[in-house]
């Protein structure tokens, strides 16, 4: 089905591992971003891009790398991990922001212990 | 400092009410307001959207009111059923320009409908 995927849909991770999150989709959009979730606190957004090879930060981009060489994918990466980035991290395209709105994935819960 | 302010944090409705949830934005460049529904364990998904040349929007049970004047906009849902039973978000931007792609959101309000 189209839509946007994410994986891992679970992840622990210890204090100052790395890893990435992926994100990827088939709607052939052009803005992606990347958004945290945290009780009480809303969706923040981390990154987003308007195009391949095209990256921007958003409120929350400390601690966050990201890159887009295709069209399709947008992987999110946690260069040091720390027990603050403990979050719900969805990941979100859009082919005409006031018209569509964004298409969300269902998520990838990450534990930094 | 936060931008879109909503209320409440929580509600809880009967079967057949009316839901009503207020944001209120701060940012004059906003232009653009939507909504979005979230249910436990999956992504926001797009309710309805409104835009300031407008004070209201209507599509099926769901309805925007926007006060320009007042920096405000409000959700009702009428008729509510235990199936809108979520977490729904405001949300505002820019309508074009680099700023479009920056959807600021509200903290979020937790919506029971009871039987």
């Known amino acids: 089905n189209a839509g946007v995927t994410q994986t891992p849909k679970f992840q622990v991770l210890k204090t100052g591992q790395s890893m990435t999150l992926q994100c990827a989709q088939d709607m052939n959009h052009e803005y992606m971003s990347w958004y945290r979730q945290d009780p009480g606190m809303g969706l923040r957004l981390i990154h987003y891009?308007?195009?391949?090879?095209?990256?921007d930060q958003g409120e929350v981009p400390n601690g966050y790398n990201v890159s887009r060489s295709t069209t399709e994918d947008f992987p999110l990466r946690l260069l040091s991990a720390a027990p603050s980035q403990t979050s719900v991290y969805f990941c979100?395209?859009?082919?005409?922001?006031?018209?569509?709105?964004?298409?969300f994935g269902s998520g990838t819960r990450l534990t930094v212990v | 400092q936060q931008q879109v302010k909503q209320s409440p944090q929580s509600l809880i409705v009967q079967k057949g009410g009316i839901s009503i949830i207020n944001c209120a934005y701060e940012?004059?460049?906003?232009?653009?307001f939507p909504w979005y529904q979230q249910f436990p364990g999956k992504g926001p998904a797009l309710l309805i959207a409104i835009r300031p040349d407008v004070s209201e929007k209507k599509e099926g049970r769901f309805t925007i009111s926007f006060n320009k004047s007042a920096k405000q906009f409000s959700l009702h849902i009428m008729d509510s059923q235990p199936g809108d039973s979520a977490t729904y978000f405001c949300?505002?931007?820019?309508?074009?320009?680099?700023?479009?792609?920056?959807?600021?959101f509200g903290k979020g309000t937790k919506l029971s409908v009871i039987p």
């Open positions: 940012n004059t460049a906003f232009d653009y």
């Open positions: 949300a505002a931007s820019p309508y074009s320009g680099a700023g479009s792609y920056q959807l600021t």
């Open positions: 979100a395209s859009s082919y005409s922001m006031a018209n569509y709105g964004y298409t």
């Open positions: 891009s308007v195009g391949a090879g095209i990256t």
